[in-house]
């Protein structure tokens, strides 16, 4: 049984899949619009949760989490440090009262506002060795690899 578990693992290499080298990409990007953003003290995850919340305001946590692959259980605390900063609040689902959904506070939506010229500035210069059919293609594959499996929620399907 050892043999067998010593070859299935030999030529395994982490570093040789894409993913891998993708998730260094999204790291080191945004902890460069963190840090180019610095006065805010922003954390990428922090970062995640704003930008998703100016895409999809009234959208509950559980949903959110899925949004930004996040823990529920971390992207919990990181409302309550966003709520207890002005930038986030809670209000009521009027659809369910048990439920409440998320939004930018106007100190929110400043911070976002000042933090989007950089991130786009920084995307689009990553970006830039492509073409847009390359970026079509790149898109079309990452979408057809989500699909095949990832874990947990749909992030892309979790608004509810």
Known sequence: MAGKQKNQTA???IESYPLF???????????RIVNTVRGY??????WRVIAM??????????????????ERSALSRIIA?????????RRSDPRDLRSSLLHLTTEGWK????????????????????????????MELLDRIR??????PDW?????
């Open 11 to 13: 030529d395994f290499r």
């Open 21 to 31: 080298a993708m998730a260094h990409i999204v790291a080191e990007a945004q902890n």
């Open 41 to 46: 003290r922003m954390s990428p995850s922090v």
């Open 53 to 70: 919340l100016s895409e999809t305001e009234g959208i509950t946590i559980n949903a959110l989490a899925g949004r930004i692959v996040v």
């Open 81 to 89: 440090k966003l709520e207890a900063d002005g930038l986030v609040e």
């Open 111 to 138: 911070l976002y506002r000042e933090s989007v010229p950089v991130a786009r500035e920084l995307l689009d210069r990553m970006m830039s060795v492509l073409t847009e059919a390359e970026r079509a293609t790149l």
């Open 147 to 152: 699909r095949n499996g990832l874990p947990g």
């Open 156 to 160: 892309l399907d979790a608004v509810d």
